[in-house]
Nanobody
Framework: VQLQASGGGLVQAGGSLRISCAAS??????????MGWFRQAPGKEREFVAA????????VYADFVKGRFTISRDNAKYTMYLQMNSLNAEDTGVYYC????????????????WGQGTLVTVSS
């Protein structure tokens, strides 16, 4: 499974941005996978942001994004999304998408497939 994250960019504090992660691959497009978003701010370790199960019926969020970010997926398009609202400077970083067989998890080591990341920069 190959994952391609896109949609990052520069946004002002208080603004919104939606990033996407498209899955592809011969014989496997991850429609039955749990998927997640992680981010890495400059000088910091990568951290969990949100995850979603294969049907979209179960979502998990990091405490710092609850109420601001919404994770979703469209299995017909093999794509996962992260709608980010009320962005602040602390949300700046490279956002990575990941996928795994099974239930959504918060731990990076549980994910088998990773995308290359998309940069989100929030100006204050």
């Amino acid at each position: 499974v190959q994952l391609q994250a896109s949609g990052g960019g520069l946004v002002q504090a208080g603004g919104s941005l939606r990033i996407s992660c498209a899955a592809s691959g011969s014989g496997r497009t991850c429609s039955s996978c749990a998927m997640g978003w992680f981010r890495q701010a400059p000088g910091k370790e990568r951290e969990f942001v949100a995850a979603i199960n294969w049907s979209g019926g179960t979502t998990v969020y990091a405490d710092f994004v609850k109420g601001r970010f919404t994770i979703s997926r469209d299995n017909a398009k093999y794509t996962m999304y992260l709608q980010m609202n009320s962005l602040n400077a602390e949300d700046t970083g490279v956002y990575y998408c990941a996928a795994r067989d099974g239930i959504p998890r918060r731990y990076q080591s549980d994910y088998e497939y990773w995308g290359q990341g998309t940069l989100v920069t929030v100006s204050s």
